[in-house]
């Protein structure tokens, strides 16, 4: 069994977000670029896997003459929609769901039914039901988002510690004190959990849908150049998706830090 050192122990510490770790990880993903460029058109035929560089000049070209950023507008507004109704419904039923063990024991079998039915799948329905603007992939998107946070939630919420809660309401808390104050605060960490996990989920959704059917955003951008053999086209598009998810991730990180700024912080350690 590998030892276990602690904070001061071991002659050397790997700590993340110091400059040696930050330096670590842009090593790692310089030595992928470089060798992506040289596998490019050596070991792997353009048309397959576009050179890193040819992929920066169509990103910086395509974004310049405005292409890219009209179709990642229309993707955004469907992300954006789709995560906050999924996101504000999943919070509020796994919530009731959670404190009321009726409510969990009559619907859990309908709702794992629903959850266990493939997304792509509803995907054709939602075009049929709401057509192909952008209101089917607000559909995909809260679908997605909706059972991540649903579930998270609903988990958070079932592992409150009941003592806490008639604790507090023998101390005369009313119930709104109660959620407020002992059991949303409890199962934070869950329910962040769940939101920061939907995020690339949400993308994947409304990508989902613009492949099934569109006639804009990046899942139409994506699979307009990949039907023109554009790979180079295909990896903008797909770069476009990765900075989305990044961003958003890193806005969520910081909401997470605000909410969660009462616990206390666990320094991770690697041993190198």
């Not at 950023?69 to 999943?90: C, D, F, K, Q, R």
């Not at 059991?183 to 959704?205: D, E, M, N, Q, R």
């Not at 023109?228 to 797909?238: C, K, N, R, S």
Request: charged share 15%.
């Amino acid at each position: 069994m590998a030892r276990q050192y602690g904070p001061a122990e071991g002659p050397r510490h790997f700590i993340p977000g110091t400059f040696k770790a930050i330096s670590a990880r842009l090593a790692v993903g310089v030595c992928i670029i470089a060798l992506w460029q040289l596998a490019a058109g050596r070991l792997v035929a353009e048309v397959f896997l576009s050179k890193p560089t040819v992929i920066l000049a169509r990103l910086l070209k395509d974004s310049y003459t405005l292409i890219i950023p009209g179709h990642l507008m229309v993707t955004l507004s469907e992300i954006a929609i789709g995560y906050v109704i999924g996101g504000i419904l999943g919070l509020f039923l796994g919530y009731f769901f959670g404190r009321s063990r009726i409510l969990s024991y009559i619907f859990e079998p309908y709702i794992m039914a629903f959850y266990s039915v493939p997304k792509i799948a509803l995907a054709p329905l939602f075009i049929i039901w709401l057509g192909i603007d952008i209101w089917s992939k607000v559909a995909m998107v809260l679908l997605m988002v909706f059972f991540l946070v649903f579930f998270n939630t609903f988990s958070g919420i079932r592992a409150v510690n009941e003592e806490l809660v008639q604790l507090s309401q023998i101390m005369g808390a009313s119930r709104r004190d109660v959620a407020r104050r002992v059991i949303l605060p409890a199962a934070a960490p869950f329910i962040i959990v769940g939101f920061k996990t939907a995020v690339p989920y949400s993308v994947i959704g409304a990508i989902i849908g613009e492949f099934t059917a569109s006639s804009k955003g990046i899942g139409y951008y994506i699979l307009y150049a990949a039907g023109t053999f554009d790979a180079a086209g295909v990896f903008a598009g797909i770069a476009a998706l990765v900075a989305v998810v990044f961003v958003i991730n890193y806005f969520i990180a910081r909401i997470e830090a605000r909410l969660l700024r009462w616990k206390p912080e666990v320094e991770t350690q690697i041993v190198v």
